[in-house]
């Protein structure tokens, strides 16, 4: 088997006029989270202004989120272990097994739950309107302010982490 170079014919192009010490560079990230007994955890990814993507696991049975949106992004969940059970507004549920996704526009009332016995693992990918204002806001269904890290927002505040268990 011939070992094929998939280099760009651009890299290294005398001619090219970008300066590209003036451009962003790729962020790589890897999808690895320590698994869980109790509570939940989110991590950052990758991130820039309009774009963030968390790897997110809850313990069995747990959840989070009272029902809530966000009206300064878009966003999507990715199951990657696990089930997780997503409510609406208006009584309906959506229950998602592994790579399987739901995407919730800006302004889009919903919770979700890990419904399974064993932990959930998810990929949650935003689209930020920061020229909306905060991005990580979230109203209730009173449009009060919620914030994401208290007992309001049903978040457990226990997190028991699974001893040499990682989703990988």
Same mark, same amino acid.
């Given at each position: 088997? @011939?070992?094929? #170079?998939?280099?760009?014919?651009? !890299?290294? *192009?005398?001619?090219?006029?970008?300066?590209?010490?003036?451009?962003?560079?790729?962020?790589?990230?890897?999808?690895?989270?320590?698994? !869980? *007994?109790?509570?939940?955890? #989110?991590?950052?990814?990758?991130?820039?202004?309009?774009?963030?993507?968390?790897?997110?696991?809850?313990?069995?049975?747990? $959840?989070?989120?009272?029902?809530?949106?966000?009206?300064?992004?878009?966003?999507?969940?990715?199951?990657?272990?696990?089930?997780?059970?997503?409510? &609406?507004?208006?009584?309906?549920?959506?229950?998602? $097994?592994?790579?399987?996704?739901?995407?919730?526009?800006? &302004? @889009?009332?919903?919770?979700?739950?890990?419904?399974?016995? *064993?932990?959930?693992?998810?990929?949650?990918?935003?689209?930020?309107?920061?020229?909306? $204002?905060?991005?990580?806001?979230?109203?209730?269904?009173?449009?009060?302010?919620?914030?994401?890290?208290?007992?309001?927002?049903?978040?457990?505040?226990?997190?028991?982490?699974?001893?040499?268990?990682?989703?990988?």
């Amino acid at each position: 088997m @011939t070992e094929t #170079s998939h280099r760009p014919v651009e !890299l290294g *192009d005398p001619t090219a006029s970008v300066d590209f010490d003036k451009t962003p560079p790729p962020a790589r990230f890897r999808l690895r989270a320590q698994l !869980l *007994d109790a509570g939940s955890e #989110s991590r950052m990814l990758a991130e820039t202004d309009n774009l963030q993507m968390k790897i997110r696991v809850y313990a069995a049975h747990e $959840g989070e989120n009272a029902m809530h949106a966000h009206h300064n992004q878009d966003h999507s969940f990715v199951v990657l272990q696990g089930q997780a059970r997503f409510y &609406g507004p208006r009584g309906e549920t959506w229950d998602l $097994g592994r790579n399987e996704g739901i995407m919730l526009p800006e &302004g @889009t009332y919903y919770c979700f739950e890990n419904f399974g016995d *064993d932990p959930l693992v998810v990929m949650r990918i935003a689209a930020m309107m920061p020229e909306k $204002g905060d991005p990580e806001a979230r109203l209730g269904v009173r449009e009060q302010q919620i914030d994401a890290h208290t007992a309001e927002n049903r978040r457990p505040q226990k997190i028991v982490r699974r001893e040499g268990a990682f989703y990988e």
